[in-house]
């Protein structure tokens, strides 16, 4: 039992895993509603950016997230994750930035979350416990 507590590798997993399907759970939300890209396309357009560009999300939302959690460059995946972050944040979530919620939460949560630990899995790699570990 020791052993499995002091397993970096399995460390790894777990946040993986934890990214990736939780992840998921917003792409395969965007596929069973794809309207949900108009909103998007709106946004990029609103910056001068090409509204084409709101289809990355399904690179961001299933691929890297499938990435993620078979363990196939793993670090790729968090880059893109992480990136995938940064836009939606610049995009749809700058004005909270700097705000709480009404229980002293940062506004921003669930996407410090996955930006900072997709950040993490870029710095950390797959671990052993992956399809191609790198």
């Known amino acids: 039992m020791n052993r499995i507590l002091q397993d970096d590798a399995f ?3 777990i946040v993986r895993l934890t990214v990736g399907i939780l992840m998921l759970f917003h792409g395969v939300a ?3 509603n794809p309207e949900s ?3 998007i396309r ?4 609103g910056v001068d950016l090409p509204a084409a560009l709101a289809y990355g999300v399904y690179v961001g939302e299933i ?12 670090r790729l995946g968090g ?3 992480a990136v995938n972050m940064l836009f939606a944040i610049w995009l749809a979530h700058t004005a909270d930035i700097y705000s709480l919620t009404a229980h ?3 506004a921003l949560e669930l996407q410090g979350f996955y930006l900072f630990c997709s950040l993490a899995i870029i710095f950390l790699g797959s ?6 570990p790198d």
Request: no cysteine.
């Open 127 to 132: 671990g052993r416990y992956a399809v191609k």
């Open 104 to 106: 002293g939460g940062w």
């Open 79 to 81: 880059l893109i994750i």
């Open 11 to 13: 460390g790894k997993l």
């Open 37 to 39: 890209l108009g909103f």
């Open 42 to 45: 709106s946004l990029l357009e």
């Open 30 to 32: 965007k596929v069973l």
């Open 63 to 74: 691929i890297a997230p499938l990435m993620l959690i078979l363990g196939i460059y793993s």
